[in-house]
């Protein structure tokens, strides 16, 4: 609810502003009284009044004077004036009184029940004033916000037209294309996005029935297309939805948003599979080396994007009591279940890895670290609480897991990994099946 609106009663005579408070007396108003001129402008400079009911005779400044120095400043140059006089009624003064920018002339005495409709009026149209303006001062807050939002996705986000040219691009992928949005503006998307023969060969793609698609069915994915970055092909993945404002049938939309990302790292697991020999035929996960490799693709995309790597460092509890005294068949079969959790607990762009013995690295790419890690940390512990059968046996398989992040904890690769293995060790210090944070 709005509060009242004041209104500033300005006159030198006490008498009559005692009179103006009966007047106003039940009115949704607050009055406001000064008793001169250069009184009545030290207020105007520091509240907001909706009217000034202005008496023309006073000492020092009379009234005229008042209203020129208001008129002159932008803060009080709009605000309405009305005079009241109980002697100046010659012609020459009430022009001059409208000269100066009143509203009114009234001559006293004044009659209250005029004097309170007309200050009606200009009350009823502050109030619609001041509600329109926090209504615009909400709509800028909204602009702001969803400006604020845009700008920081992480994703590419681009405005298209519905026969496929670019109106608007957010700063991410004014980054992603490496150019900035007055480039960008009427580029076609698919001279932005390439596509790629079995040859590694450019081809051209139909851009329009994919357009289409996303019209009708609400949604359309690419996830076989490159961008142009530097002397390289990135891989990404676009999404394009369509741009429906609000009373917009379905099939006639505005445009179309295309969100895409860069999905190299989520290829180049597929890719370093097909090229190099699974480095441990028990568990079918990369080794030492391939996570290597991993974590520096991993390390170098989060530079580019300002984003981060957390390093889950899993280690099996009492996996050693466990092979031998069931048997290595028992243990390789744990190991092949842990392989297994692990995978199931990870999101798809996260490698998971073997280092050596029980010990499994997992790398988690992206933004928010501590957030990930503790979660898919959490799940990995839930997976591990039930119990396995492996040839016969009953095995409950423990957990102790070190977390670090890169590159609050490490910008060295090889550090980073000693980092969460230390950590793993303090884990298992404070009674194993838990995680902890790598604290130096």
């Known amino acids: 609810m709005l509060p009242h609106p004041a209104v500033l009663v300005v006159d030198d005579q006490n008498s009559n502003l005692v009179a103006m408070e009966a007047v106003f007396d039940g009115e949704p108003v607050e009055m406001v009284k000064a008793s001169s001129g250069k009184e009545a402008l030290k207020l105007l400079l520091v509240r907001e009044f909706a009217l000034v009911l202005l008496d023309v005779q006073m000492p020092e400044l009379d009234g005229f004077e008042v209203a020129e120095i208001m008129r002159s400043n932008p803060r009080t140059e709009a605000t309405p004036i009305i005079f009241l006089t109980a002697i100046s009624k010659e012609q020459r003064y009430i022009f001059r009184g409208y000269e100066t920018g009143a509203v009114d ?24 004033n001041r509600s329109l303006r926090d209504s615009l001062r909400l709509l800028q807050q909204e602009r702001d916000n969803h400006q604020a939002l845009l700008r920081s996705l992480s994703e590419g986000l681009l405005g298209i037209t519905p026969s496929g040219n670019v109106f608007y691009a957010n700063p991410a992928a004014e980054k992603l294309l490496g150019a900035p949005l007055a480039d960008l503006i009427g580029r076609r998307l698919n001279d932005l996005f390439v596509r790629q023969d079995g040859q590694g060969a450019q081809e051209a793609w139909e851009l329009e029935p994919w357009l289409a698609t996303a019209a009708e069915t ?31 049938q379905p099939a006639r939309p505005a445009g179309l948003v295309v969100t895409f990302r860069d999905v190299s790292l989520r290829r180049a697991p597929l890719a370093l599979a097909e090229a190099l020999p699974a480095t441990d035929p028990l568990t079918g996960l990369i080794g030492p080396e391939p996570l290597a490799e991993q974590l520096a693709l991993q390390i170098a995309e989060a530079n580019r994007s300002r984003s981060s790597v957390a390093l889950l460092y899993v280690d099996l509890d009492g996996f050693r009591a466990i092979n031998e005294g069931q048997g290595m068949a028992v243990g390789d079969g744990v190991l092949k279940e842990t392989a297994a959790r692990l995978l199931a607990s990870a999101r798809e762009t996260d490698v998971v890895a073997r280092m050596v013995n029980d010990e499994f690295v997992v790398l988690l790419p992206g933004n928010e670290p501590r957030r990930v890690a503790s979660l898919i940390s959490g799940k990995i512990l839930q997976a591990f609480a039930r119990v396995v059968d492996i040839e016969g046996h009953k095995i409950q398989i423990g957990t102790s897991i070190g977390i670090s992040i890169y590159p609050d904890d490490s910008t060295d690769p090889d550090d980073l990994v000693r980092c969460g293995k230390q950590a793993m060790s303090q884990a298992k210090g404070s009674g194993r099946s838990n995680y902890r944070y790598y604290r130096g």
């Open 218 to 248: 609400g949604q359309a994915l690419r996830d076989d297309l490159f961008l142009h970055r530097d002397t390289c092909l990135l891989a990404v993945e676009l999404l394009a939805s369509p741009l429906l404002p609000e009373g917009t």
């Open 105 to 128: 002339y009234l001559f006293k005495p004044i009659e209250p029940e005029i004097l309170r409709s007309k200050v009606r009026v200009f009350l009823e149209l502050d109030r619609k």
